[in-house]
């Protein structure tokens, strides 16, 4: 069945889903930051809206919105880019889910779709206490990602360099796949594409910058809609395989 949007509905009709059995929703945390010269901001808020829908539809479940701002330090060199602290993540994680646990919700699950909410959606993970009866499920462990590049250098020739950590040609081919219009592929261009593994200590704790001046951990150049709708297949297994 397909989900329902949360905020489309009025609250009445929210209460008679889950009186019918409806009683499970997903929310994503994205972020708002750069994703190097050809792509917007909003990037990974979108993609987890996407992601949200794709897992919804596949639990029958309410597809909350997404929460747009995320532990984004490490991109702030760049403008645009709305970071918050690892303390105010965590209680706007507990919030909300304080909030649909309020609701009546009996399966919260808790998705980001950007990598720096990971380490932190686990910390305030480990500071709530579901009461009996209430299921919460989050992807916690950011390899679960690492099936994209993967299938990207298995299927599509593409190698791990050009995959990227970050607005490379997995991510990209994914935004192509969706959200065309916020894709401007005559600006994309090649940033980091060094062995990524090596990358991501420098990521988080010197900054996107001191890898690439343009904000990109990857190539884009190869990426495509059709690359793209492959790799939320394979997404949406993942994530659902990491959360039953």
Known sequence: ????????????????????????VVMAFGATEQHGPHMALCTDRVLGEELTRRVADALDAFAAPAVPFGCSSHHLAFPGTISLSDATFHGIVADAVSSLIQGG????????????NFAPLAAALE?????????????TDISVLAGIPQQ????HDVPAGEGGLHAGEWE?????????????????????????????????????????????????????????????????????????
Do not use: C
């Open 172 to 244: 990209t081919s994914m935004m192509l796949a969706i959200q065309p219009q916020l894709v401007h592929m005559e600006r994309a261009e090649p940033g980091y594409t060094g062995d990524p593994a090596e990358a991501i200590g420098a990521l988080f704790s010197a900054g996107v910058d001191s890898l690439a001046a343009n904000g990109v951990i990857g190539d884009p150049s190869r990426a495509s809609a059709e690359h793209g709708e492959a790799y939320w297949q394979r997404l949406t297994e993942l994530t659902l395989e990491a959360i039953s």
């Open 105 to 116: 919700f009996k399966r919260i699950v808790l998705l980001p779709s950007h990598g720096g």
């Open 1 to 24: 069945m397909a989900a329902k949007q949360l905020d489309e509905l009025t609250w009445p009709e929210v209460r008679e889903e889950i009186a019918r059995g409806r009683d499970t």
């Open 127 to 139: 500071q709530l206490e579901a009461p009996n009866g209430v299921r919460i499920d989050a992807i």
């Open 152 to 155: 990207g250098a298995t299927e």
